[in-house]
């Protein structure tokens, strides 16, 4: 089956700097688009950043200037390279894709989903 890990989450200070990457492992076919999703306590899961299979790319406003989304297609991996941290981010940050997939005589496609990432940033 299709996985996705996230690894690369941490305690920094407010400035500072993560870089999260996110591995997809399976019977993949295709990912189309990738990208990184958060939530914090008691809000909803909102866009992080996106990166098409064409690299085209979408960021939320509050990141824009300080997040830079990259895949590595070769390692079906996706990076969220996080400066300028502020406390604000502080969040799970979830990989999200969606995968084309071998299945048997054809293929299937859905949204694969991470289990999370934890990024906290102290003031």
């Known amino acids: 089956q299709v996985q996705l890990v996230e690894s690369g989450g941490g305690l920094v200070q407010a400035g500072g700097s993560l870089r999260l990457s996110c591995a997809a492992s399976?019977?993949?076919?295709?990912?189309?688009?990738m990208g990184w999703y958060r939530q914090a306590p008691g809000k909803q899961r909102e866009l992080v950043a996106t990166m098409t299979s064409g690299s085209s790319t979408n960021y939320a406003d509050s990141v824009k200037g300080r997040f830079t989304i990259s895949r590595d297609n070769a390692k079906n991996t996706v990076y969220l390279q996080m400066n300028s941290l502020e406390p604000e981010d502080t969040a799970v940050y979830t990989c999200?894709?969606?995968?084309?997939?071998?299945?048997?005589?054809?293929?299937?496609?859905?949204?694969?989903w991470g289990q999370g990432t934890q990024v906290t940033v102290s003031s």
């Open positions: 399976g019977s993949i076919f295709r990912i189309n688009t």
């Open positions: 999200n894709a969606e995968i084309t997939y071998s299945r048997g005589y054809g293929y299937s496609t859905r949204d694969y």
